[in-house]
């Protein structure tokens, strides 16, 4: 398995991953197929709005994606989103890997002080994965996402980068 971050000639694959884990595994998200049919890499290809990708030979397995924010004032923040490795390479370190390398280049990111991310309350194994890689909940907002006819509640968590 190698890491490398993704480029604009990668949208296809990336697209492709995306529509399977929103139709496959949308339970996990608070994205739906139905906000964005084509769902492209949503990050701007720069260093501190990139999307990385876990490749098992070439084919893409896994992926996340990092946003700093842009405001003069919140520029110290950035977002992890877009979390997903295909259930056929999952418990193999991929999802771990991907968030590791996301915080090291979090890292080289002047200025950057935190990251954060949501992830919904029903989700033992992602929250157990960002725990892990030194991830803290600092909210629970109630209901926050409707999914099949009900309303989830999502924990907010915040890494705070060593400097
Ligand atoms: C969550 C997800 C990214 C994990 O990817 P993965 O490649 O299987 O993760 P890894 O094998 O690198 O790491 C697994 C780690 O997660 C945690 N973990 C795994 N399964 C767990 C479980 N059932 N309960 C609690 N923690 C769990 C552990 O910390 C584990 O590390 P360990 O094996 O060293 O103990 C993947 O299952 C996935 O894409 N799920 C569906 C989409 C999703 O939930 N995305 C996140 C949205 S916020």
Redesign the pocket.
Known sequence: MHIRLLQAADHTEYTQLWIY?LTE?QT??RVALEDDAQPRIPTRFTAESFTLGAFIGTQLV?TVSLDRETRFKTRHKAVLLR?????A???????????QETLNLAGNINGLRQVY????AT??????????MGFSQFAQEPGSVYINGEYVDELQLVCFLAK
Do not use: D, E, S, W
């Open positions: 884990a595994q996990y998200f896994g979390m997903f490795v295909h259930p390479a999952t418990g193999q370190g991929v999802g771990k890997a991907l968030v991310l949501t992830v919904l989700n033992p194994r992602a929250i157990g994965l960002y725990a892990a």
